[in-house]
């Protein structure tokens, strides 16, 4: 290809700006936080004692329902309510890569929107996590609301750039 096809400038450059033009890093967030809640959402469906990875209703049963003096039967439907919140979740930002790619008007807002909705997940996993008093997990999903909120300024920033 040359290099007006590619982009404004030669070589290896030129291709990441076409694939910028083309893609642009909304998509590339959306696409990854679909792909993170997708994969979290359904490793509470297939994820058993065997399975490599954090086994969340396992969690649930061994340390933090018994810290509460609460039944361990609980474990079971607690995961799937979290599952599918976290595959919900997933579906959104399949939806903002959609508008992403397709260059929808209300791209910016709907990707800034599953963004402020998965903050607020995190904030009642934060929620439980501190009732349950798992620090660690307070811990990581403190980091996961801080890459959202600098998904958010990324979204932001790339909108008024592109304005």
Known sequence: MNDQVLGKAPGIAGLLVYINEKIGVGAVL??????FWLLNGFDKFFNDAEFYGVNFKMGLEQNMLPKLGLDTSLAAPLAVIVGVIEVGLGLLFLLSLIAFVTRKPHRYEVGHACIVL??????????????????????????????????GLTLHVSNKAST
């Open 118 to 151: 998965s903050v607020l997940f995190f904030a009642l996993l934060s929620a439980g996590a501190i009732l349950l008093g798992e620090r660690g997990h307070v811990m990581t999903q403190g980091l996961f609301i801080g890459t959202l909120l600098v998904s």
């Open 30 to 35: 959306s696409l990854y936080w679909f792909l």
